[in-house]
Nanobody, 126 residues
Framework: QVQLVESGGGLVQAGGSLRLSCAASGRTSSTYAMGWFRQAPGQEREFVAAINRSGAATYYAASAKGRFTISRDNAKNTVYLQMNSLKPEDTAVYYC???????????????????WGQGTQVTVSS
């Protein structure tokens, strides 16, 4: 089992920045790609960004590209999401997720992820 705990959410004004963290514990050696997803009220969960096991490869949703940066520190078993130039439409609960298959593909499909955190709220005011 792998446990994921997100932190770093909060209330920020449009144009501001936040850095989310996702701390993994348990059988972290069984995980490969990590991803961030978000879900706004009344909407489906959507992909934000993903990173491979080494951290050398990243993949972003169009809405995140150029504004968000995903990174990981394997020594700390932590994945980060740096979010800059935030917009009100970025308001959502942000979830961290981990995959146990070694394939770096279909990164935007939530069903391909095996473990999920409880989420952290990000609210961007206009």
């Amino acid at each position: 089992q792998v446990q994921l705990v997100e932190s770093g959410g909060g209330l920020v004004q449009a144009g501001g920045s936040l850095r989310l963290s996702c701390a993994a514990s348990g059988r972290t050696s069984s995980t490969y790609a990590m991803g961030w997803f978000r879900q706004a009220p009344g909407q489906e969960r959507e992909f934000v960004a993903a990173i491979n096991r080494s951290g050398a490869a990243t993949y972003y949703a169009a809405s995140a590209k150029g504004r968000f940066t995903i990174s990981r520190d394997n020594a700390k078993n932590t994945v980060y999401l740096q979010m800059n130039s935030l917009k009100p439409e970025d308001t959502a609960v942000y979830y961290c997720a981990a995959r146990t298959d070694p394939f770096y593909s279909s990164l935007n499909y939530s069903r391909r992820y095996d473990y999920w955190g409880q989420g952290t709220q990000v609210t961007v005011s206009s």
